[in-house]
């Protein structure tokens, strides 16, 4: 997880100019946004008072910060973000290169995309064939500006969901500070009357501004992480299974995602985890806050129709820490909301983050759909439905299991889901999901020290038995050659 350090981080700098720069980011249009809204955002409940002055604190330090770091830049050459890091020496280098993503999408930094195209063996079905790979380089300059240039300001996220590539993923709705937005499965809506505009739903919707070069870049400057540029940076990668019957009886592969929630809970490391189980409308997700362990089991196996699962993330405020489940697009917008726009993370109860390994996911219509036009059974008699070996393939509770090719079934798929490509949640504590391992068997990636702490420690215990991914077939190979191929097939988004 990225670690941004805010506050006392200007004690390298003169009086003189930290004043002037945070004089110069009090006029920030963000920030005059948030301290006008005062008293509608306490009104609302969701920030206290004390909050509301720690998150305004935050956003004045992180544009403070940001005028400084600009400021040294000026008349450099284009350069990496790594080396931009390096001039700024009075700055950690993961909030330099924030600090650079988010001064480009304000206006002032200028980023140069080269693509050099290479020509490489590689073996395509067994024979040794030449190849054209595309490579690319992505540096960064702060721009030539005009004396009349007024930096860009965010607009409210109907933006992303009138271009049609809003996840859903519900995060803007829990950030909001005046309650605004509206999210469900398929819908987004704003109150423009209530709105602000104080753009902070734009600074952490996954889908508004890409923040994969920062993320690639900090995650680099960790040297204890391995680093694939298919699954990203991580600490260990397993093949693992719940021991605990229970589990067995609801889990979709090896139960490890819900054998972990079982291990936080009962252990008091948390007080409440966010998942999905079944709504009253059978296969239809609903995202839900357990407290009681006896409700984790109804959350066990994967419904495939999407859920707004991080539009429940504010109800969680009374717990002191908490576990969250999701998709990478909902890993991607909590590691967004930690990053901008201050560093301080909205809701600090969110202790554990657990990725899924995900495709795709479909709408809920479009699951009722393929089953009646691709299978033709009733949905209510279906006990799961599970994605492998590239089929689609329902049992019943007749016992019998019924499976079509995959390929027949990727038009009932989410249309935002082809800008997405991030197979394997690139960004949380652990990623988990089936490709690589056996069936019963979940592949797991520990991609931080705590996560890499509970799944051991969960071991100990006797709740999940394991072995290194590298030792099972297909094992890593496939899951990375995989996740390159959702990479590359990703569509890019221009809002
Ligand atoms: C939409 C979707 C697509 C997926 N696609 C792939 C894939 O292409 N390849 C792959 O290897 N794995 C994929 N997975 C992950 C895989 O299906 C399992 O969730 C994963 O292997 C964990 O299995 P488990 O037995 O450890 O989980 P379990 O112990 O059974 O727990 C499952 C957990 O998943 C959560 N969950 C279920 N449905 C949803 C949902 N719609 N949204 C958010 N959370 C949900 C539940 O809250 C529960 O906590 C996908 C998951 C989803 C939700
Ligand atoms: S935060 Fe999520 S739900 Fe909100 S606009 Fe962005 S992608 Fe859509
Ligand atoms: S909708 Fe977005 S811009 Fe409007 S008040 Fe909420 S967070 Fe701010
Ligand atoms: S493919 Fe991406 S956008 Fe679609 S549900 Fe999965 S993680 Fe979200």
Not at 329 to 335: H, R, S, V
Not at 481 to 488: E, L, W, Y
């Amino acid at each position: 997880m990225v670690q941004i350090v805010n506050n006392n981080l200007f004690t390298e700098i003169s009086q003189k100019e930290l004043m002037e720069a945070t004089y110069d980011a009090s006029g920030n249009f963000q920030i005059r946004a948030f301290f006008e809204a005062k008293d509608e955002i306490l009104k609302t409940g969701k920030y206290s008072e004390e909050e509301f002055y720690e998150i305004l604190d935050a956003m004045i330090d992180a544009e403070t910060e940001r005028k400084l770091v600009l400021e040294r830049l000026i008349g450099n050459k284009p350069l990496f973000l790594e080396e931009l890091a390096k001039i700024v020496k009075e700055f950690p280098p993961e909030n330099v290169i924030r600090d650079i993503i988010y001064l480009k999408e304000q206006g002032y930094i200028e980023e140069q995309i080269e693509v050099i195209t290479k020509k490489i063996i590689k073996k395509v079905k067994g024979e040794e064939k030449e190849v054209e790979i595309k490579e690319y380089f992505y540096r960064y300059q702060v721009k030539d500006l005009p004396d009349d240039f007024i930096e860009h300001f965010f607009e409210p996220v109907s933006i992303v969901f009138d271009s049609e590539v809003c996840c859903q993923c519900g995060w803007c709705s829990s950030v909001c500070p005046v309650n605004a937005i509206t999210v469900t499965a398929d819908t987004l809506e704003i109150d423009d009357d209530t709105c602000m505009k104080c753009g902070l739903c734009y600074s952490v919707c996954p889908r508004s501004f890409s923040i994969e070069q920062a993320l690639l870049s900090i995650n680099k400057l960790d040297k204890s992480l391995k680093f694939s540029d298919k699954i990203n940076g991580y600490i260990n990668t397993y093949s693992a299974s719940t021991t605990s019957d229970k589990i067995n009886k609801v889990r979709q592969d090896g139960g490890i995602v819900t054998s972990l929630l079982e291990y936080l809970l009962k252990n008091k490391l948390v007080d409440a985890a966010v998942a999905v189980q079944h709504s009253k409308d059978f296969w239809k997700p609903e995202p839900v806050i357990i407290e009681d362990i006896k409700d984790l089991y109804k959350t066990g196996g994967t419904k495939y129709a999407n859920a707004s699962t991080l539009n429940i993330i504010d109800k969680t405020k009374k717990y002191e820490n908490i576990a969250v489940v999701g998709v990478p697009c909902m890993m991607n917008a909590l590691e967004k909301g930690n990053l901008f726009p201050s560093g301080l993370p909205f809701f600090k109860n969110i202790k554990y983050r657990f990725g899924l390994f995900c495709m795709e996911s479909f709408p809920y219509e479009n699951v009722l759909k393929l089953i009646k036009e691709q299978f033709d059974k009733d949905y209510t008699k279906i006990t799961k439905m599970d994605i492998s070996g590239g089929k689609f393939i329902i049992y019943l509770d007749s016992g019998e299991d019924i499976r079509v090719p995959l390929n027949d079934v990727k038009s009932y798929a989410r249309h935002n889901c082809h800008f997405c490509e991030d197979l394997t949640s690139d960004y949380c504590d652990i990623s988990i999901g089936s490709i690589g391992s056996p069936s019963g068997w979940s592949s797991v990636i520990t991609r931080t020290k705590k996560g890499e702490k509970i799944f051991k420690d969960a071991i100990k215990k006797g709740l999940i038995k394991s072995k290194s991914l590298k030792d099972v077939k297909p094992g890593q190979p496939l899951l990375e050659r995989i996740a390159g191929t959702k990479r590359k097939n990703c569509k890019p988004i221009n809002l």
